[in-house]
């Protein structure tokens, strides 16, 4: 796993951490696609990705004056507390399902988890140095990787049980328990990190905006990161349009949805410790931004195919076309891009991250859904 004795302690528990943070997502997750197609089909779903986008602009700001106040830990602990609170709040109105409930639910887990996935990646580059991320990150991305499948496991298992609430029950309890490690991994880690001279003490849209100005990297990035969104909800439409289709009640719905994830942590957990690391060390971190692509495409003419002459692969075929496009861009595409900040100073950085991950990303969503209305 290209781990030193030193970096055991501190890196095992930022993947357990990032494991159970996405875990608690992807048994929620299953819960809100479920929930949506139920109650607005799939054919809705651009309408949503409009909505993200509109919702992470305010979101951004609020989340850039609550950073300028506390330490990132303390962020870090409130975004996990916040999460369990919103999700225990969703069970009271789960009884009475309505479009209103789930398109609020929908955006407000795909804003909180974006922001908690900036907050750990931002955490992690003040942690270790760049040569330790070159190790280190494609560690700590194979947590998160690995929470898809008790995650998905635990939401199928507890929707088949006892509905989609006892899903959302093991989300609460999940993130509860990454919180948790959170807060022993700031008791153990040196004074140091913690470098509160570079933190903003107000929020200055005109400084982020002139950073982007001056650096040919953070605007490349951008770039990369808006046409991966693109290519997410792309993907992620054709999937759940099939699975409305081969589905009824939202506790099937829950439960297919959440063994997908746990076939999809299994893969993208494997490539992830297999060949990731090995493709940074030994090709580089742009053969690594390949992967993704060259994936999407391929398989993209396999599911036109299916799609024109052999429906009965339909599902197959989004099948294999959403596992990789969901497990190469939360594995090695996901390492690689956060190698890219790695260079970037680190007052910066921060800003730079948040920036990226909240709004363009979002912001991207919102071009997908304009892009997909037609659909």
Avoid at 137 to 150: Q, W, Y
Avoid at 313 to 325: C, F, M, P, Q, S
Avoid at 351 to 366: C, L, N, S, T, Y
Wanted: with cysteine; proline share 4%; hydrophobic share 60%.
């Amino acid at each position: 796993l290209g781990l030193e004795p030193d970096e055991v302690g501190i890196a095992g528990l930022m993947f357990g951490f990032f494991m159970l943070v996405t875990a608690s997502h992807f048994a929620a997750k299953s819960v809100r696609q479920a929930w949506y197609l139920g109650t607005l089909g799939a054919e809705r779903l651009p309408f949503v990705y409009l909505l993200v986008a509109v919702a992470a602009v305010p979101s951004l700001v609020a989340y850039r004056r609550l950073a300028a106040k506390f330490p990132t830990v303390a962020l870090i602990v409130g975004t996990c507390v916040a999460q369990a609170a919103g999700l225990l709040a969703v069970e009271l109105v789960l009884p009475r399902p309505s479009a209103t409930a789930a398109i609020l639910f929908y955006v407000w887990t795909t804003l909180i988890f974006g922001i908690a996935v900036s907050q750990l990646w931002a955490w992690a580059t003040e942690i270790f140095h760049a040569r330790q991320a070159r190790r280190l990150f494609a560690f700590i991305s194979a947590g998160g990787l690995l929470g898809g499948i008790p995650g998905g496991f635990m939401a199928g298992w507890a929707a088949r049980r006892f509905g989609a609430a006892g899903a959302l029950n093991v989300a609460v309890i999940l993130v509860l328990t990454a919180a948790v490690i959170a807060i022993v991994i700031s008791r153990i880690l040196p004074t140091q990190t913690e470098r509160s001279s570079d933190r903003s003490t107000s929020l200055d849209t005109s400084r982020v905006v002139a950073a982007f100005r001056r650096s040919p990297l953070l605007k490349s990035i951008a770039g990369l990161m808006a046409l991966s969104a693109v290519l997410a909800q792309v993907v992620d439409l054709q999937f759940y349009w099939v699975v409305e289709r081969v589905t009824t009640g939202l506790d099937e719905r829950t439960g297919l949805i959440g063994n997908f994830f746990v076939w999809l942590g299994i893969l993208a957990f494997l490539f992830q410790v297999l060949f990731t690391r090995r493709i940074h060390r030994s090709l580089g971190t742009v053969v690594g931004l390949r992967v993704l692509p060259a994936w999407i495409l391929a398989v993209s003419v396999l599911f036109a195919v299916a799609l024109v002459s052999a429906p009965g692969l339909l599902l197959a075929a989004v099948w294999t076309l959403k596992l990789g496009e969901n497990g190469f861009r939360h594995s090695v595409d996901q390492a690689s891009r956060e190698l890219l900040f790695v260079p970037v100073p680190l007052g910066r950085r921060r800003d730079a991250k948040v920036f990226i991950d909240v709004f363009v990303q979002r912001a991207a969503e919102g071009v997908a859904g304009l892009i997909l209305l037609p659909v």
